[in-house]
């Protein structure tokens, strides 16, 4: 019931989707699948959904509670294991790591449960390419609605919209660039919960969410993603081109996969301090390797709340850890698993590189650094098998006696190339342009089959 003194702002979450639909009409005929998150958000979804034509499906999401207070958030999982964590709830109610990892175990797997029941009788929409609207019939800390976000792009979606009915005032802060629009009806004040905007905000069943999802089946027969599907010819798998998220371990790293149909091998970036996956100079050299058949992984090591501590950002350990793992659910992607696999990095980056390419299970085939402080991995330098080419910018003078110097300690094969009048960034005319050809050139040598070496003899993730 509408406690008193409250506005009521919806009748229920009919009404509440019937008015959202209103606000998201610029969206009538484009490509756009509807996602609502089961399941007080379907019934929502499924007016948008019905308003502008398009299919009907879920995105499974959970709350973690804090486990003395499980009405409080301090974080979400969703499908395809993508975690969100709101550090600042966890660190100020002293939630151990082994309380918080119990969480984590119990709610992934009520993910799972819930996930199957769903798409046992409707099989999930493609998202490839699509704009996702990813529909809840309210948000208050936004952590089960990031990590929705979170998983529309790792299935591929071009565009995430997140729609709600009703949000607190400065919402969108709290979403940051998980989706591209945010879109509510109402942001009233004060916000206290959800259910005080509505009439009737009785709690939705899963036979309801099943409902929804049929009848939006019946309207739109050709969401099944089986309808008219044609053969798998077989052979190499098709071109890729999205955005993912890479989890490793607790968290969710952001990252841009690209890899071109018949690809000879995949470049993972890790770019430095003050920088990010959307760094230009890093876009410029991906685009490079990717018309040369090349697949690149764009990412950032570091999830935005870490990146706060300037400490994590020169943590090198901690970096070749999280590049490791990377490599490894590389190695698992249907896109990239027989892929061999190599670094490119910048500054510290590039130390992040070679110590994880100096690990014992480390396979792979060729490491490119751009103005890098190998220096940072100095004691791990020897124990690096992959072939290494070194860029030092001509006028970047004391970079460049730290990459000579490395040179004397590295075991493996390695070059010095250095871009006469290039200073610390590339900035120079035609010093980026060098940079990326001679990347390109050394990962085409040494992922083609006679120009491999590595710790397993042909250095394949």
Not at 168 to 191: H, N, Y
Not at 229 to 250: I, L, N, R, W
Not at 286 to 311: C, H, K
Not at 433 to 459: N, Q
């Amino acid at each position: 019931m509408l406690e008193p003194g409250v506005e009521m702002v919806f009748t229920d979450r009919g009404d509440a989707g019937r008015q959202l639909a209103r606000k998201l009409r610029y969206l009538a005929g484009q490509p756009v699948v509807v996602l609502g998150l089961p399941r007080g958000g379907v019934p929502v979804a499924a007016e948008v959904a019905h308003a502008l034509g398009a299919p009907l499906d879920v995105i499974v999401v959970r709350k973690l509670g804090v486990p003395f207070q499980p009405e409080l958030g301090m974080g979400a999982v969703g499908e395809d294991d993508v975690l969100v964590l709101d550090p600042r709830v966890v660190d100020g109610t002293g939630v151990s790591q082994a309380d918080l990892a119990a969480v984590m175990e119990r709610e992934r797997a009520a993910v799972l449960r819930r996930a199957e029941r769903y798409r046992s009788a409707h099989p999930r929409v493609p998202l490839a390419g699509q704009i996702a609207v990813i529909v809840d019939d309210g948000i208050a800390t936004g952590s089960t609605a990031r990590a929705a976000c979170r998983v529309a792009r790792a299935l591929g979606a071009a565009r995430v919209v997140l729609a709600t009915p009703v949000a607190p005032p400065g919402w969108e802060q709290r979403i940051g660039t998980d989706a591209d629009d945010l879109v509510s009806v109402s942001t009233p004040e004060p916000f206290f919960a959800i259910g005080q905007f509505y009439a009737d905000f009785s709690q939705t069943t899963d036979e309801e969410v099943a409902a929804c999802l049929a009848r939006a089946a019946r309207e739109h027969p050709a969401a099944d993603p089986d309808a008219g599907a044609p053969a798998d010819p077989g052979g190499d798998p098709p071109g890729t081109d999205t955005e993912v998220a890479v989890v490793v371990g607790p968290v969710a790293l952001p990252g841009r996969l690209t890899v071109p149909e018949r690809a000879a091998g995949i470049v993972v970036f890790a770019h430095g301090s003050g920088s990010s996956r959307h760094s230009p100079r890093n876009r410029h050299v991906a685009a490079v390797l990717t018309e040369a058949g090349l697949g690149t992984l764009l990412i950032d090591l570091l999830t935005p709340e870490e990146e706060t501590d300037r400490a994590n950002v020169f943590d090198v350990e901690l970096l070749a850890g999280r590049l490791a793992d990377a490599t490894a659910w590389l190695r698992a992607h249907p896109a990239t698993a027989a892929l061999p696999a190599g670094y490119f990095g910048a500054s510290t980056g590039a130390a992040a590189a070679l110590l994880a390419a100096a690990r014992p299970e480390s396979r792979v085939a060729a490491i490119v650094s751009r103005g890098g402080r190998p220096d940072l991995a100095r004691p791990h330098l020897g124990a690096v098998r992959a072939p290494t080419l070194l860029i030092v910018g001509g006028n970047d003078e004391i970079v460049l006696d730290l990459n000579r110097l490395a040179q004397t300690e590295l075991r493996c094969q390695n070059e010095l190339a250095v871009v006469p009048g290039a200073t610390h960034l590339f900035e120079e005319p035609g010093a980026l342009a060098a940079v990326a050809e001679l990347a390109r050139d050394w990962f085409s040598l040494h992922f083609s089959p006679g120009g491999r070496t590595g710790s397993d003899g042909d250095g394949r993730t």
